[in-house]
């Protein structure tokens, strides 16, 4: 009786579940796109051209430093439809085929009677990295997977079809589940323009202090040997004069 409520509560805003085969294939087939995409970024690098040496710069973080930048982000909790809650609790990241994966793990549960419980395994990569209004260096996470198994320690606690049926709803709220996962915010100062003191008056060389602005972009992101290569176009305009900071002069 329980698990017919618990159908008849879910399904009202879920249709049948996809068959787990032909889910499978898409999972497989989007991670493939992704390692490919990521040798063909690689294959059209010649020995020496991976930046531009006059305008670009090279960023690294380690996935241990990634890692702990985004774990430090969990506990994240979101209200689904049909009252299902689900609580992201840590998450681990690995560089392969120039792709940062990243494996979110967590439970799934429903707020009200009929009450139920599952685990939940969220898999997606670092899929792009922004310099934001506030010019910090930040990456993204995108989802290409969801997958939902039985609560650890109970696995007749419900069936298949009810797991199914749980997974399709969750499956829906991808795009809802993504936008609720935070940036990581990378320990680097970008900044916004280049400052250069003035010397003198006194003495023989005078020089008036100036200032240029400077506008950095993310160019290419590249994964490999357990590091993230951020490669940064770096923009400089032209110096202009400043004023002077003349606080606490003598008059």
Known sequence: MKRLLLLLALLGSACSPADPATRARVVERDQLRREVAGFQALRKFEPGTLMDREHEVIVTVSDTLLRELIATSFPITVELQNKLIVTLTG??????????????????????FP?????VFLRGAIDRLVVDKTQELRARISIDDVELNTPAGAPAAFDAVVINVLQTIVERSLPELTSSLPSVALPVRLDQQMQLPGFGPEGALSIEPSQAPMTVDVARVIAFQNRLWVVLHVALGAFAPTQRDTAGAAP
């Not at 009450?115 to 685990?119: D, E, I, N, Y």
Request: proline share 0%.
């Open 115 to 119: 009450r139920v419980s599952a685990a």
């Open 91 to 112: 998450a681990n990241v690995v560089f392969r085929a120039n792709v940062a994966r990243v494996d979110i793990r967590g439970e799934v549960r429903r707020g009200r």
